[in-house]
């Protein structure tokens, strides 16, 4: 008698424990809570990722500007918008944006 109700004890604490395992896991700080966490660092990984790339561009285009006097002449000329003696420099209007289709109701 003894001993079948230790294996009931056992098993309603094995059962007590399942239940509150399947109530913690499901609940929103359980298994959908660590997916969209995981779906999150993913996301900010990518934009990382992104950041550092242009980050290098913009360090290797400092560096070419620091080292090459053409290209320091080119970055002047186009932000100061200055020619040289006998160029010519065309301007041509912005193309029109497209408007946004109007929703009907």
Do not use: W, Y
């Not at 294996?7 to 239940?19: I, M």
């Amino acid at each position: 008698m003894k001993f079948l109700a230790q294996r009931l004890g056992l098993l309603s604490l094995l059962a007590v424990v399942g239940v509150c395992a399947v109530v913690a896991l499901r609940g929103p700080n359980g298994m959908p809570a660590l997916t969209e966490k995981r779906k999150e660092i993913q996301l900010l990984q990518e934009v990382n990722a992104t950041i550092a790339a242009e980050n290098a561009r913009k360090r290797a285009r400092i560096e070419k500007l620091k080292h090459s006097r053409a290209e320091q002449e080119l970055e002047i000329r186009n932000r100061l918008k200055m020619l040289r003696p006998g160029e010519t420099q065309i301007i041509l209007p912005d193309e029109p944006k497209s408007e946004a289709p109007k929703l009907v109701k």
